[in-house]
């Protein structure tokens, strides 16, 4: 599944920034679970927000709940993320992944997902 993002930017802290992906495969997509994942200078990829593909069933990592929320349009074939109370330590480049399986394949089995080319998030204080 090819995907797109598009969407971050700089904010200063407590700001708010909308993620969007787009699938560049069509309606393939809508059987995928979706999510995203971001990656700071220095540290590993790691899970933030994933969707199934009915948009049924949503997980967070505890560093973002209550802050950020994932939804998706299965007919623009689009899976968004609206950040807000933005804090520094959400800075990072933030890529958008697609899974055949579950959230918790998309979670755990990052070489079967499906990568966007990743787009940059930059908080300051």
């Known amino acids: 599944v090819g995907l797109l993002e598009s969407g971050g930017g700089s904010v200063q802290a407590g700001g708010s920034l909308r993620l969007s992906c787009a699938s560049m495969s069509g309606p393939i997509f809508t059987d995928h679970a979706a999510g995203w994942f971001r990656q700071a200078p220095g540290r590993e990829r790691e899970f933030v927000a994933g969707?199934?593909?009915?948009?049924?069933?949503?997980a967070y990592a505890d560093s973002v709940k209550g802050r950020f929320t994932i939804s998706r349009d299965n007919e623009k074939m689009t899976v968004d993320l609206q950040m807000n109370s933005l804090k520094v330590e959400d800075t990072a480049v933030y890529y958008c992944?697609?899974?055949?399986?579950?959230?918790?394949?998309?979670?755990?089995?990052?070489?079967?997902?499906?990568w966007g080319q990743g787009t940059q998030v930059t908080v300051s204080s």
């Open positions: 992944a697609a899974h055949p399986g579950r959230v918790s394949a998309l979670r755990s089995d990052l070489h079967d997902n499906s």
């Open positions: 969707i199934t593909a009915s948009g049924g069933y949503i």
